[in-house]
């Protein structure tokens, strides 16, 4: 059974930084994409950012385009989410996912438990 666990959430103000981590276990990693979802009050989650399985293909939504890097580390089983610029609209729930490297959230199997950013203005 896969398990993704997301850390390094929290509260930060306008044009703070975060880094979200998510690591995996139960299934090999380097088979996967991975992705990472925002979902905000009263919101749909929407996609934020992909990654291949090597780690070379990634892709942004357009919101976050420059501000917001993904990376992944195969040896460790675990993906990150470098959020810089933060502004209080990337407020939200932050979810890690496992599956095909797609933007859409069908396309992936498992989920993390979410981890809460807040970006104070």
């Known amino acids: 059974q896969v398990q993704l666990v997301e850390s390094g959430g929290g509260l930060v103000q306008t044009g703070g930084s975060l880094r979200l981590s998510c690591t995996a276990s139960?299934?090999?990693?380097?088979?996967?994409?991975m992705g990472w979802f925002r979902q905000a009050p009263g919101k749909e989650r929407e996609f934020v950012s992909t990654?291949?399985?090597?780690?070379?293909?990634?892709s942004y939504t357009d919101s976050v385009k420059g501000r917001f890097t993904i990376s992944r580390d195969n040896a460790k089983n675990t993906v990150y989410l470098q959020m810089n610029s933060l502004k209080p609209e990337d407020t939200a729930v932050y979810y890690c996912?496992?599956?095909?490297?797609?933007?859409?959230?069908?396309?992936?199997?498992?989920w993390g438990q979410g981890t809460q950013v807040t970006v104070s203005s």
């Open positions: 996912a496992m599956g095909r490297w797609s933007t859409a959230v069908d396309q992936y199997d498992y």
């Open positions: 139960g299934r090999t990693f380097s088979s996967a994409a």
């Open positions: 990654i291949s399985r090597s780690g070379q293909g990634t």
